[in-house]
């Protein structure tokens, strides 16, 4: 139980594109999921909180006109890298809290961005 | 502000020997703790938690952490660890933030 998805798993796109991932949770509800980031070698750095209905909750120092944020439903939420730079190459990791689960967070497989 | 630190940042060992990997937090408050697990190629899993009750928790694979509240610590202990465990360990707290902030994350080698 409590399974997370990411896709795609991978994307290379070329700078001035936007690239959407998704992430959904496959067996549970979540009323919440977050959205990170991790450099290599790195930590996970919190990018934004997304409860689903309401808009999303960004971190300080994340831009919420390029890392867009829809939470529809309360399966699914998606990250849009708008006009991607190659300094948004990155590991995008999406994490679910199940409703009513407490405050465990199941994390997705994570989304490799390439930026060329 | 929160913190997480986990002061070890590579850790190699041989089959059997006995792990402890130090994580510290800075909050003055309630927190809820994690250690979460990153094998190779795959994705972060909940190794245990704590949120209340006994300090010592034991989670899956046999892995084990403390709570000392007075030392704003959760070090995570496995007394005999194999080769299957070389992963990348996460320590994360949870506060009335609502958000889990992770500490910079220990590399685990094990060699046979």
């Known amino acids: 139980g409590a399974v997370v998805s990411q896709h795609p798993s991978w994307v290379i796109c070329k700078s001035g594109t936007s690239v959407k991932i998704e992430c959904r949770s496959l067996?549970?509800?979540?009323?919440?999921m977050f959205w990170y980031r991790q450099f290599p070698k790195q930590s996970l750095m919190l990018m934004a909180t997304?409860?689903?209905?309401?808009?999303?909750?960004?971190e300080q120092g994340v831009e919420k006109d390029k890392f867009l944020i829809n939470h529809a439903s309360l399966t699914l939420s998606t990250l849009t890298v708008t006009s991607a730079h190659p300094e948004d190459s990155s590991f995008y990791i999406c994490?679910?809290?199940?409703?009513?689960?407490?405050?465990?967070?199941?994390f997705g497989p994570g989304t490799r961005l390439l930026v060329l | 502000a929160q913190s997480v630190s986990q002061h070890n940042h590579h850790v190699i060992l041989s089959e059997a020997a006995s792990l402890e990997l130090g994580c510290n937090y800075s909050?003055?408050?309630?927190?809820?703790l994690f250690w979460y697990v990153q094998y190779p190629g795959q994705h972060l899993q909940l190794l245990l938690k704590?949120?209340?009750?006994?300090?010592l928790v034991k989670g899956i694979k046999g892995f084990e952490a403390e709570f000392i509240k007075s030392k704003f610590s959760f070090n995570l202990r496995k007394p005999s660890v194999q080769w299957s465990d070389t992963a990348e360990y996460f320590c994360?707290?949870?506060?009335?933030?609502?958000?889990?902030?992770f500490g910079t994350g220990t590399r685990l080698q094990v060699f046979p």
């Open positions: 994490s679910a809290r199940e409703v009513g689960g407490g405050e465990t967070q199941y």
């Open positions: 067996d549970f509800q979540a009323t919440t």
């Open positions: 997304s409860n689903e209905g309401s808009k999303a909750t960004y």
């Open positions: 909050y003055g408050g309630t927190v809820n």
């Open positions: 704590y949120f209340s009750g006994d300090p």
């Open positions: 994360a707290v949870n506060t009335n933030t609502d958000k889990l902030i």
